[in-house]
């Protein structure tokens, strides 16, 4: 078994997925793989969407414990 990637530009792609389709030999799997945000992981599409971004909601606080004591406290 081969594999083969065919990487194309938009306005080639639909001729070139025609004539594969239409050869219809045995043995021949076609498998589209489109190249978006389906072929990523959810990892990954975290890591992309922060990091652009500048997040410090948690910068002032200075003691952990206590904040984490008060947040408690609140809910009692």
Not at 54 to 60: G, L, Q, V, W, Y
Request: proline content about 1%.
């Amino acid at each position: 078994m081969h594999t083969i990637k065919l990487t194309m530009e938009d306005n080639v792609y639909t001729n070139i997925m025609f004539i594969l389709k239409n050869l219809k030999l045995k043995g021949l799997e076609i498998e589209e793989i489109y190249k978006n945000d389906t072929t990523k992981n959810t990892k990954t599409k975290i890591k992309e969407l922060f990091a652009t971004k500048k997040i410090d909601t948690f910068k002032s606080i200075i003691d952990p414990m206590q904040w984490q004591k008060q947040q408690r406290d609140e809910w009692s």
